[in-house]
């Protein structure tokens, strides 16, 4: 297939010379665009734990520099930037590309669908995941390769009111990716308002939303977010990302047999140690609130929880419908869950 014509902000980019980024390559540093903000748990535990590992384990001829959201392409322009050379990669949500397939939403996050972030990593490596994502690619965005695809947290939710259950989402006024989250979230009775993650303190604060589907509860205590919503729900209801880590068909051949084993090795336990280090994070700063008493931390009964994956069940079914490719992800998602006894 073609690859789309760049965003204008891509193309600006190649014409003042970022494509010069992907030469990088020749030096063993892969320039990757991640997901996360510069202020994020998430990209400073990995840029100081696990990217001088890469170049350890390598020997020195292999390493990475993460740089943050936005900072070479849009968000949602990675893949093409990656397909054509001016980055070497992106480890980045897949539910960035959503509006090319509905099975990229699939795929990026099956809302209220897995109960943790192993689960997912589970699915990834082992439940054809991987696979399946890389054939959405090759249909998509040819000469990009997957390394892997993983989730580190689940996202809990802020809310300024107390929201116990399904009933209690009612006529919320929620902050919400477009697409699939939206689509649940109005199916629950709530009013879903799509913004950017960087509007959500603000929005919260003047009043425009109620709740915000957010990041995971480290992220979420270090924007701020707590100091207005003072009813978190963890651990959350909703959202867990799944992220990939992709290179380009050039970059993979050049690294050689060697360092595409160590590359993969060193993704699944590099996302395999930011999981640990978030859910533990996670909860000593939810055992630090709970026990100052200012916020009011929920934790949805179980029965709550399967509600909201049943009215979730049924967005899945009708995303499925939409495209050949997103039935095959959905199929694979269930065929998985079922197995794990999720459904």
């Known amino acids: 297939m073609k690859i789309r014509t760049l965003g204008t902000a891509l193309t600006l980019a190649a014409a003042m010379g970022v494509a010069g980024l992907a030469a990088d390559a020749a030096d063993r540093t892969l320039k990757i665009q991640t997901s996360s903000n510069a202020s994020h748990a998430s990209l400073a535990y990995l840029n100081e734990v696990w990217v001088p590992m890469l170049e350890t384990m390598t020997g020195g001829e292999l390493t990475v520099e993460l740089l943050p959201v936005d900072a070479v392409v849009p968000r949602r322009e990675t893949a093409e930037a990656i397909a054509v050379g001016i980055l070497d990669g992106d480890l980045t949500s897949i539910n960035y590309f959503a509006g090319i397939d509905p099975a990229f939403a699939l795929m990026g996050d099956l809302i209220a669908g897995y109960d943790s972030a192993d689960q997912i990593q589970a699915f990834c490596a082992q439940g054809g995941g991987k696979e399946i994502l890389q054939k959405l690619f090759d249909t998509h965005f040819p000469g990009v390769h997957v390394v892997g695809c993983g989730a580190y947290a689940r996202e809990a939710f802020v809310s300024k009111v107390p929201v116990r259950g399904v009933e209690d989402l009612a006529g919320l006024k929620i902050r919400s990716p477009e697409g699939l989250a939206a689509d649940v979230f109005k199916r629950a009775g709530a009013a ?81 140690g930011l999981r640990q280090y978030f859910d533990r994070l996670d909860r000593q700063l939810v055992a630090r609130d709970k026990a100052a008493g200012e916020l009011e931390v929920i934790d949805w009964p179980q029965e709550e929880r399967d509600k909201l994956r049943a009215i979730a069940q049924e967005a899945w079914s009708d995303f499925a419908a939409q495209s050949d490719l997103a039935k095959e992800v959905y199929d694979a998602h269930v065929n998985f869950m079922k197995e794990a006894g999720l459904l």
């Open 192 to 272: 879903p308002v799509s913004m950017s993650g960087s509007e959500t303190y603000g929005a919260l604060e003047k009043g425009v939303i109620d709740a915000a589907d957010n990041s995971a509860y480290a992220n979420n205590d270090a924007n701020g977010m707590h100091k207005i919503a003072k009813f978190p729900i963890f651990p959350g209801i909703h959202s867990t990302p799944i992220l990939q880590f992709t290179v380009s068909d050039q970059v993979w051949e050049e690294i050689g047999e060697k360092n595409q084993a160590v590359l993969e090795t060193w993704y699944l336990a590099a996302y395999n």
